[in-house]
């Protein structure tokens, strides 16, 4: 069955420093691959994905991803980390014929202190 | 304004009495998703729609219908609510899947079954 992982369930790191959130999925073939970010009371939004290409996908408020097939891995980086980036991060992959099944990890929450 | 409306956003309710949770998008998209995040298990997709009249069973489908009779609407079905649907859903929609966009999330709709 197909899987995604976040093994870590809660982060903690100061205001500018680096941060990277693991992600590790199980399907057969690449699937889809995204970083989604959810802010207290608020839906998901998309913070990048990948398709195809380039393994290192950058994405928007300063996030980067890089997939790495022989680790079934895509891991979300940021080389300096803002107080508004305090959030539940979501990785998830879309498999399927028209890659319309989604499966989410259980997510990791971030906190900043300054 | 491009969003996703979910409705109501919070409901008790008490076993088996019928239930609708409305989704309406104004961007045209042609897919449609409702999904539940739970504590420690993250966002699992309970239906989904390509397109008008189409739907089709996510990863947890029981205990709930959809229908998609207009593109801009999707709403969620619980025929007799059980305790085990407390729950957080969320709504999304996207261009066509995901392999040519982002799925777009409501805001989420807390729901408790007494």
């Known amino acids: 069955a197909q899987s995604v992982t976040q093994p870590d369930i809660h982060i903690t790191v100061s205001e500018g420093a680096s941060l990277e959130l693991r992600c590790n999925y199980s399907?057969?073939?690449?699937?889809?691959l995204f970083w989604y970010v959810q802010s207290p009371g608020q839906g998901l939004q998309l913070l990048l994905k990948?398709?195809?290409?380039?393994?290192l996908v950058q994405g928007i408020k300063g996030f980067e991803a890089e997939f790495k097939r022989s680790q079934s891995s895509f891991n979300l980086r940021k080389p300096s980390v803002h107080w508004s980036d305090a959030a539940e991060y979501f990785c998830?992959?879309?498999?399927?014929?028209?890659?319309?099944?989604?499966?989410f990890g259980t997510g990791t929450s971030l906190t900043v202190i300054p | 304004e491009a969003q996703v409306t979910q409705n109501p956003r919070y409901l008790i309710t008490v076993t088996g009495k019928k239930l609708t949770v409305t989704c309406s998008q104004n961007?045209?998209?042609?897919?449609m998703s409702w999904y539940r995040q739970d504590p420690g298990l993250g966002l699992r997709q309970i239906y989904y729609?390509?397109?008008?009249?189409?739907?089709d069973k996510g990863d947890v489908p029981e205990g709930y219908k959809v229908s998609r009779k207009e593109k801009r609407n999707f709403p969620l079905i619980l025929e007799s609510p059980s305790p085990n649907q407390t729950s957080l859903y969320f709504c999304?929609?996207?261009?066509?899947?995901?392999?040519?966009?982002?799925?777009?999330f409501g805001e989420g709709s807390r729901l408790t079954v007494l």
């Open positions: 999304a929609s996207s261009l066509f899947g995901q392999y040519t966009g982002e799925l777009f």
């Open positions: 399907y057969g073939a690449t699937p889809y």
């Open positions: 990948y398709f195809s290409g380039d393994t």
């Open positions: 998830a992959v879309g498999v399927g014929s028209s890659g319309n099944q989604f499966y």
């Open positions: 961007m045209n998209h042609e897919y």
């Open positions: 729609s390509m397109n008008v009249e189409v739907t």
